[in-house]
């Protein structure tokens, strides 16, 4: 079965930085996108950053200039650089992937990592 396992996360405070990676592993025919939606406490899953198998980049407006994606595709791995953090940015963040698991797959479907906290201290 398909797995995307994050590392990374952690308490920081306010103009600081992190680094979050995920790695999917498993039976995998190809990868058509990996990114990263976070979910703060009464607020609902948000998009944070997309990345495709061809290198085009989607970034949520609140992160443009500040967050940095980007993918190995031959290791099935994305991370997402995280500079000059906010307490806004405060959520639980989750790698994303729509993939094929074999090549007579019609589309994509999504998978979900578990999750990692990212708290940042005013």
């Known amino acids: 079965q398909v797995q995307l396992v994050e590392s990374g996360g952690g308490l920081v405070q306010a103009g600081g930085s992190l680094r979050l990676s995920c790695a999917a592993s498993?039976?995998?025919?190809?990868?058509?996108?990996m990114g990263w939606y976070r979910q703060a406490p009464g607020k609902q899953r948000e998009l944070v950053a997309t990345v495709i198998t061809g290198g085009s980049t989607n970034y949520a407006d609140s992160v443009k200039g500040r967050f940095t994606i980007s993918r190995d595709n031959a290791k099935n791995t994305v991370s997402l650089q995280m500079n000059s953090l906010e307490p806004e940015d405060t959520a639980v963040y989750y790698c994303?992937?729509?993939?094929?698991?074999?090549?007579?797959?019609?589309?994509?479907?999504?998978?979900w990592g578990q999750g990692t906290q990212v708290t940042v201290s005013s």
């Open positions: 994303h992937a729509n993939l094929r698991t074999t090549w007579y797959d019609s589309y994509s479907n999504p998978y």
């Open positions: 498993g039976r995998i025919f190809s990868i058509n996108a």
